[in-house]
Each structure stands twice: as structure tokens, then as C-alpha cells.
């Protein structure tokens, strides 16, 4: 048993070095073997076989062992995890090789509460012929997982069974660990010593400090340079608001009818007049008049844009003139000619559509009558499922009389052990005195270095105190006079004292106020100029716009007279031979559904469904054919 044991214990180190995103099985079948070459031939040839099979069926053994920590090894470790793994490899596939007794001894070298969980979850019938089959079968064929790995486990179950009993009796004879209570400690009085009356201390003198500088008045008062930038910044913003407040009153003149538009413009003026004027002078009473066609107000980006699309047609229609004075051909026998393709394509747009809509139609039909063979496939399935699971559940009381015989024998067992527990208790009870003497010893000794430490530490701390208050007692020098006027004399090139630097930013302030000014003129200048090429530009677009209006009209007419005559339905035989499909299938189900009516597991809701189901067939066609009529009109007309 030994002799396994440390096989199967080489064999789980080998797996655990093994990482499956970095090493390559052959690779590390190799590695393997040449670490091995020290054991004797026999170990070597088993741990190189069993590895080999773990590695290659790595996916079927995970699918065993992680629905065992799932299901019944919730106490279980995960470092475990490989041996279960070589336990299911050799119960899987090298049982029939190794044979039973074979088998049984390498499982006695295992831990034996852990090896009769996992033979008890994987010889479980239930499992085996259900999930673990279904399981296995998604990997390999379900013939080859039957034939070769199902039917053999199925074969030794009673063997195993019998193997589990052995087992759980050795586990029930082990005696368990005595309990031992813990020994109560009684306190004890402490012996101390009475201390002495403290002396009063020296009280220390108080320090005098010294007198704070008053506040500065630049905290709370913001300097002058400060108000003036804000007197400068309003003064240029009510400059600028009174510019726009004239360039916006000539566009709206420009852009609005002169009948409604003095009154527009006069009582945007008053409105603005209103807005810089003071509180006190209010108008009493304001007359605001609405107009029917209130222009839209572009912005600069949307008026250049507009206007260069315009600018676009015009050159454009400019060129085709001048190709027609030179003699160039006119496309409207190709216009005609495109016209009959589009009108073309989508009739042929309309079948196609006509036949997908019936073939959704069909396969609608031939789904409810594959749903009614599987209704009755499913009733014979679940009076077999029934008489399966009464069977199962005779078994489990079976099994739950014979769980109750072996608790019966396991407290019997139990109580004879209870009565050998004093002399157990008197043992620990001189080991655990031997050990609290050492610990006492160990404890006095530390206590006395930390002692000496503390004394050491403390000697330092008082030097060091001494050094800081001999440094503190020596006279400093406070205070330091400044001449603003004296050049500082470090060599440098272009030094100057502070009262020539003050003047010199003063007089670069000055420049760069008055080159503001200058840009600010050009800016306005150039915003003049803008807003008249803009007022051209408007005008411009608004003859575009009454122009391409009366185009549009024209031609929504046109298209509206054309419509009004309706097309003649498709006949296209894709549709007709969908159609007679569709009738015969339907024909078919009530033959189906009169001969034999199934009822299905859930009774009340198949009837409202269908009727959903028909009425939802029923207006989707109705749409279907209104656009195909719709469509039909459009090609027409064209």
C-alpha cells in the first residue's frame, strides 16, 4: 500500500507543476521522464502511464471532479484536486487493466473519508447514466462513451458498493481524538509594592511671545489695476453690444417686408433702447406685432453655406446651357429608359417580398405540426421518466435503513471509547505544565533585554534634548534693510534696480494697451464688411428659396395626379406556387389536429395563443399586400 502511495503522490506533484496555458503535454511527458530516471523501471513505467492518461483526458476527468466539489466535496480542498483526478483516470479507464484487488489497495493508501465520498459520487447510477453520460457525450461519441467508459463503471458497481461498506467500517473502528478540558485559571492577588507620594513639579516659565505684524491692506481691498481692467472691459463691451445692435437692425430691415417690418424693426429698437437704458425711464406701453411668415435667422456658417450650394446649381446650369448651344445631346430618352428599369426592378422588389412573406407563412405551418409530433414524443417520454423515478425512490429507502443500522453501531462504538478518556487526560495535563514552564523562563528572559533597551534608548533621548536647548539659547540676527534704488551688483548682464524695472513695465504696459486698440479697430472694420457681404448673401438665397419652392410645387403636383390611378396585382408564379404550398399545409394540420387531438402538459393556453398567433398572421398579410398595392401605384405613375 505504501508502495502505491508514493506513486500516486509523485504522480500529483508532476500535475501540479503542470500549467496547460504555457507547457505542451509532449514537452512535459519528457521533462517527466528524465526526473524520474532515479526510480526503479516498474514506478517508472505506471507514473509515466497514469500521467499521460490524465493529461490526455484532461477535459473528461475536469467535468467529474469539478461537479464533485460542486455537489457533494463542499468540505473537500481544492489542492485535492488532482488526485481525485488520477482516482477517476484509474477507476475510468485502467480498472479493467490493474484489476479489483489492485484497485482497492492503491485506494486503502488514500485518506479514506475523501476516497469514499468521491467513489460514492462516481459509481452513483443516477449520475452516471444521466449528466455524466450527457457530459462526456458533447466531447466524444455517444456510442464510444457507452461501449467503452459507461458500461464497464456500471459493471463493477457492486464491487465498488461492497469496497465503500469495508471502508466506512475501518473509518467507524478508528477511535477518534479524546476530548480534553481546558484548565481553568485561578486569579491570584497581586503583591506590589506601595508607592511613594510623588513631588510637586517646578512649574515651567511661560513663554513671551513676540508681537504679530498687522494685517495688509491688500487682503480684504483689491488692488486699483484690477477696477480699472473692469471699467475698460465694460466699457468695450457696451461698445461692441451697441455695434451689433445697428448691423442686426439693417438685416432685419433688409431681410423682413417693408409692410411689417418697420414695426419689427422700430420695436426691436425699443426693446434694445429699453435694455441699456436705466430702470427709471420705462415706456409705459409696448405694441408688439406678429407676422405670418416670420423669417428664419441663419447664422454665418449656415448663409455661406446655403449660398455656395446655390452659387454650385446656378454654374452648373450655366454649363449645360452652353453644352446645348454647342450641340450637345439631351437625356431624356435615357430618363425614360431608367424610369422603365426602376418601375422594372421593383415589381421584381414586390415578388420577392410576396415570396418571403408566404415562405414565413409556410414554415409557420410546418412548425405546428412538428410541435404536435413532439407533444406526443414527450408523453411517452415522461411516463418512462415516471416509472424510473418510482423505482429510484425504492432504492433510496433501501439505502436510508441501511444508513440507520450503521449510525445505531457507530454510537454503541462511541460510548465504549468515552470510558478510556481519563488517562488520556492526565497526560496532556504534565505535557501542557512543561510547556507553560518554558514559556514562563523564555518570557522572564526577553523582558529583562527590553528593560536594559528602554534604559539605553533613554540615555540617548536626554543627549540629544541637552544639544537642541545649548543651540536654541544662541543670539540671531532679525531683520534685514532693502534699498529699492541700489543695483544688486551680481555681474549679469542688463541689472537693474527695482524702482527701473517698475518704470520700464509700466511703460510696456503702455504699448501693448495701444496695440489693442489698434487690433480692435481692424476687427470692427472687418466685422463691418462681413455683415454687408452676408446682407448681399441673404438676399441672394431668399430668390433661390422662393424659386426652388415653385419646382417642388410643381412637381409634388404632378406626382400626386399620377398616383391616384391604382396598379394590377402581381401574378408572378414563385407567389402562386407558395400560395397552393401554404393551403395544402394548413389542409393538412386540421386533417392532423381532427384526427387526434393531443393536450399539451399546460391545458388553458394554447387556444388564446393560436388565436393571437392567426390574428397577428392575419394583419401583417393585410399590411403586406396595402404596400405591395402602394408600391404598384408608385411604379405605375413612373
Known amino acids: 500500500m505504501a508502495y502505491y502511495g508514493k506513486c500516486i503522490e509523485t504522480v500529483i506533484e508532476q500535475l501540479n507543476k503542470f500549467k496547460p496555458e504555457k507547457d505542451i503535454p509532449e514537452q512535459f511527458l519528457e521533462a517527466a521522464s528524465t526526473s524520474l530516471q532515479t526510480l526503479s523501471p516498474q514506478k517508472q513505467a505506471f507514473i509515466l502511464e497514469v500521467l499521460s492518461g490524465c493529461l490526455e483526458y484532461r477535459k473528461l476527468l475536469a467535468v467529474v471532479v469539478d461537479a464533485f466539489y460542486v455537489r457533494a466535496g463542499w468540505l473537500c480542498r481544492r489542492a485535492d484536486y488532482n488526485l481525485f483526478e488520477v482516482i477517476c483516470y484509474l477507476a475510468t479507464f485502467q480498472l479493467d487493466e490493474l484489476g479489483f484487488q489492485l484497485f482497492s489497495d492503491i485506494i486503502r493508501s488514500q485518506p479514506l473519508d475523501k476516497m469514499c465520498k468521491f467513489l460514492g459520487f462516481l459509481f452513483n447510477p443516477l449520475s452516471l447514466c444521466s449528466w455524466i453520460k450527457d457530459e462526456w457525450s458533447l466531447i466524444y461519441e455517444t456510442a464510444h462513451v457507452s461501449e467503452n467508459w459507461i458500461d464497464p463503471l456500471m459493471r463493477w458497481q457492486p464491487e465498488v458498493q461492497e469496497l465503500i461498506k469495508q471502508l466506512e467500517k475501518v473509518m467507524t473502528n478508528q477511535s477518534p481524538l479524546p476530548k480534553t478540558k481546558a484548565k481553568v485559571t485561578e486569579p491570584k492577588e497581586f503583591n506590589l509594592t506601595v508607592p511613594r507620594p510623588r513631588a510637586i513639579p517646578v512649574p515651567e516659565p511661560v513663554p513671551v511671545m513676540t508681537k504679530p505684524k498687522p494685517i495688509p491692506r491688500?487682503?480684504?481691498?483689491?488692488p486699483k489695476e484690477q477696477e480699472q481692467l473692469e471699467m475698460t472691459r465694460r466699457y468695450n463691451r457696451w461698445k461692441a453690444e451697441e455695434l451689433l445692435l445697428k448691423v442686426n437692425i439693417e438685416e432685419m430691415r433688409c431681410a423682413v417686408p417693408r409692410s411689417r417690418g418697420t414695426t419689427l424693426v422700430q420695436g426691436s429698437e425699443k426693446k434694445l433702447q429699453l435694455r441699456f437704458m436705466p430702470r427709471i425711464l420705462k415706456t409705459p406701453k409696448l405694441t408688439f406685432y406678429k407676422p405670418n411668415n416670420v423669417p428664419v435667422k441663419?447664422?454665418?456658417?449656415?448663409?455661406?453655406?446655403?449660398g455656395s450650394l446655390y452659387q454650385r446649381q446656378v454654374e452648373k446650369e450655366l454649363q449645360r446651357v452652353d453644352k446645348l448651344v454647342d450641340g450637345?445631346?439631351?437625356?431624356?430618352?435615357?430618363?425614360?429608359?431608367?424610369?422603365?428599369?426602376?418601375?422594372?426592378?421593383?415589381?421584381?422588389?414586390?415578388?420577392?417580398?410576396?415570396c418571403r412573406r408566404l415562405q414565413g407563412k409556410l414554415s409557420r405551418e410546418e412548425a405546428i405540426l412538428a410541435r404536435q409530433l413532439l407533444r406526443q414524443g414527450n408523453k411517452q417520454k415522461a411516463d418512462q421518466k415516471k416509472e424510473e423515478t418510482a423505482e429510484l425512490m425504492q432504492q433510496c429507502a433501501e439505502r436510508r435503513l441501511q444508513e440507520e443500522r450503521s449510525i445505531k453501531e457507530l454510537v454503541e462504538q462511541v460510548?465504549?471509547?468515552?470510558?478510556?478518556?481519563?488517562?488520556?487526560?492526565?497526560?496532556?495535563?504534565?505535557?501542557?505544565?512543561?510547556?507553560?514552564?518554558?514559556?514562563?523562563?523564555?518570557?522572564?528572559?526577553?523582558?529583562?533585554?527590553?528593560?536594559?533597551?528602554?534604559?539605553?534608548?533613554?540615555?540617548?533621548r536626554c543627549e540629544l534634548i541637552a544639544q537642541h536647548r545649548a543651540l536654541e539659547t544662541q543670539p540671531m540676527r532679525k531683520g534685514k534693510l532693502v534699498?529699492?534704488?541700489?543695483i544688486p551688483g551680481y555681474g549679469l548682464e542688463g541689472e537693474m534696480s527695482v524702482v527701473e524695472l517698475r518704470e520700464r513695465l509700466a511703460l510696456l504696459k503702455e504699448t501693448q494697451q495701444r496695440k489693442e486698440e489698434e487690433k480692435r479697430d481692424q476687427i470692427i472694420q472687418a466685422k463691418r464688411a462681413r455683415s454687408q457681404g452676408l446682407q448681399n448673401m441673404v438676399e441672394q438665397i431668399s430668390l433661390c428659396r422662393a424659386a426652388m419652392g415653385r419646382s417642388a410645387a410643381l412637381r409634388w403636383e404632378q406626382k400626386k395626379a399620377q398616383s391616384a390611378a391604382?396598379?394590377?396585382?402581381?401574378?408572378?408564379?414563385?407567389?402562386l406556387e407558395l400560395r397552393r404550398r401554404i393551403e395544402?399545409?394548413?389542409?393538412?394540420?386540421?386533417?392532423?389536429?381532427?384526427?387526434?387531438?393531443?393536450?399539451?402538459?399546460r391545458a388553458p393556453r394554447p387556444k388564446p395563443r393560436a388565436q393571437l398567433e392567426s390574428r397577428h398572421w392575419v394583419e401583417l398579410q393585410q399590411s403586406r399586400e396595402r404596400r405591395l398595392r402602394a408600391l404598384q401605384r408608385s411604379c405605375v405613375d413612373a
Not at 491688500?218 to 483689491?222: A, V
Not at 441663419?298 to 455661406?304: K, Q, R, V
Not at 495535563?429 to 518570557?443: M, Y
Open 218 to 222: 491688500s487682503t480684504y481691498h483689491p
Open 483 to 486: 534699498d529699492l534704488t541700489q
Open 415 to 460: 460510548i465504549e471509547v468515552q470510558k478510556n478518556v481519563k488517562v488520556a487526560q492526565m497526560k496532556l495535563l504534565k505535557g501542557r505544565r512543561q510547556i507553560v514552564q518554558e514559556v514562563i523562563e523564555e518570557s522572564r528572559e526577553l523582558l529583562q533585554r527590553t528593560a536594559e533597551a528602554a534604559k539605553e534608548e533613554q540615555k540617548r
Open 298 to 306: 441663419l447664422n454665418t456658417a449656415a448663409i455661406l453655406r446655403e
Open 566 to 575: 391604382p396598379g394590377p396585382p402581381s401574378q408572378d408564379q414563385r407567389v
Open 584 to 601: 395544402e399545409s394548413a389542409a393538412e394540420r386540421r386533417k392532423q389536429a381532427a384526427s387526434g387531438p393531443i393536450s399539451a402538459p
Open 328 to 354: 450637345a445631346g439631351d437625356f431624356s430618352e435615357f430618363l425614360e429608359w431608367q424610369k422603365k428599369m426602376q418601375a422594372k426592378d421593383q415589381e421584381e422588389a414586390l415578388a420577392a417580398g410576396e
